[in-house]
């Protein structure tokens, strides 16, 4: 076996589809590999999630707990104020935190008054010193260069599934709708954050498929976080997977492994679903190349380990996290 040293774009979806048949030890020791050229194999990067706009969102994918469309239960927030933003900013950056994502249940940031207030919120945030990402669903390439313009470092903006799950999942709007805005982000300076989610239902072929789409862009994605699909209670898939037992732990295992060989100078991010796994779960997918969590007791909406338990991990296996202060 061979380690890649340079980073392809030219991926086929049978080379992809071997990758997740692999022995799993071969698999691990590949990533590990590949991970090494790239990366200190012990050190993970800190994000802190902070939802800024709650729920009442138009957009009906399958998996939300901020649909307007299901009956969830969950706060309907408006946009929040600028000094909350900063006072949880604070909080994190106390926290050892090395970025905050700002996250809006938005089909698009349609308001003028809300996207000036956004720009307001990357242009204090950054002045703190924390890099700042933001996740706002669609955007127009005039969005894109204000973005550009106050210094936003990252976007999330996830294609989930493969293209052919997808309609299973969101009717409200294409794949190529994801893709569109995802080019008009690579076209500018900001750094992309995109990836999906496993354990709702899909094969492994569309896993492989939402891995190849992504490494196959015409740049890799800075930031690539696998998701474990995360059950909320009056969603559809809640409902249509009642009955599933949950993801096998080696199936994340695995596509960490495969997300780090596709896009090896990428920061893969083990993240939502870490409330469900086992340490040891975890500590494989570092061990596949996993080097970036979310940091802090909340995602958007639902629990994320606490940073007490976070930092006792990292601490058992040795993995340096920046400067976290003592809790
Ligand atoms: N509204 C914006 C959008 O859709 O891009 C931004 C926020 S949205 C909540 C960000 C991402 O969170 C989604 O693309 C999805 O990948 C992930 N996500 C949301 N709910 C989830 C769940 N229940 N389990 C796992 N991941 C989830
Ligand atoms: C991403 O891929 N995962 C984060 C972030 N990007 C915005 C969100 C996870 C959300 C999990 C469900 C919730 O808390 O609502
Ligand atoms: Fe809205 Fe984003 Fe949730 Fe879809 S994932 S319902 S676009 S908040």
Redesign the pocket.
């Known amino acids: 076996m061979t380690h890649t040293p340079t980073l392809r774009h030219d991926w086929h979806i049978d080379e992809v589809l071997a990758l997740f048949d692999w022995p799993f030890n071969d698999l691990i020791y590949q990533a590990q590999g590949v991970h090494r050229q790239h990366f200190n194999a012990n050190q993970v990067q800190l994000s802190t999630?902070l939802?800024i706009k709650s729920g009442a969102c138009s957009e009906d994918c399958a998996?939300?707990?901020?649909s307007a469309r299901f009956k969830t239960q969950l706060a309907v927030e408006p946009l929040m104020a600028l000094d909350e933003v900063l006072a949880a900013a604070k909080q994190a950056q106390a926290h050892g935190s090395q970025r905050l994502?700002m996250?809006a249940a938005w089909r698009q940031p349609n308001k003028a008054q809300d996207f000036i207030k956004i720009l307001k919120m990357v242009k204090e945030v950054k002045a703190l010193g924390l890099e700042t990402c933001l996740?706002l669903g669609m955007l127009t390439e005039q969005q894109v260069a204000q973005l550009q313009a106050v210094g936003l470092d990252y976007y999330?903006h996830?294609l989930d599934t493969s293209e052919n799950f997808y309609p299973h999942i969101i009717s409200t709007r294409q794949y190529q709708d994801r893709l569109d805005t995802l080019a008009r982000l690579q076209h500018s300076d900001i750094k992309v954050?995109s990836?999906?989610?496993i354990g709702m239902g899909e094969s492994i072929s569309d896993r492989a498929q939402l891995l190849l789409t992504l490494a196959n862009l015409p740049k890799h994605p800075e930031s690539v976080?696998i998701?474990q699909w995360?059950k909320?209670d009056g969603t559809p898939l809640a409902t249509e997977l009642a009955d599933q037992p949950p993801l096998d732990g080696f199936d994340m295992v695995r596509c960490i492994a495969v997300a780090r060989i596709l896009m090896p100078a990428s920061y893969v991010?083990l993240?939502?679903g870490r409330s469900e796994m086992s340490q040891e779960i975890q500590a494989l997918c570092f061990l596949a190349g996993a080097n970036a969590i979310?940091y802090g007791e909340?995602?958007?909406?639902?629990?994320?380990p606490s940073e007490s338990q976070d930092q006792q991990l990292l601490a058992k296996l040795g993995i340096n996290a920046g400067h976290l202060p003592p809790l």
């Open positions: 999630l939802n998996y939300c707990s901020q994502c996250g996740t999330n996830n954050c990836g999906g989610i976080p998701n995360v909320v991010r993240s939502a979310f909340k995602l958007l909406t639902t629990i994320n």
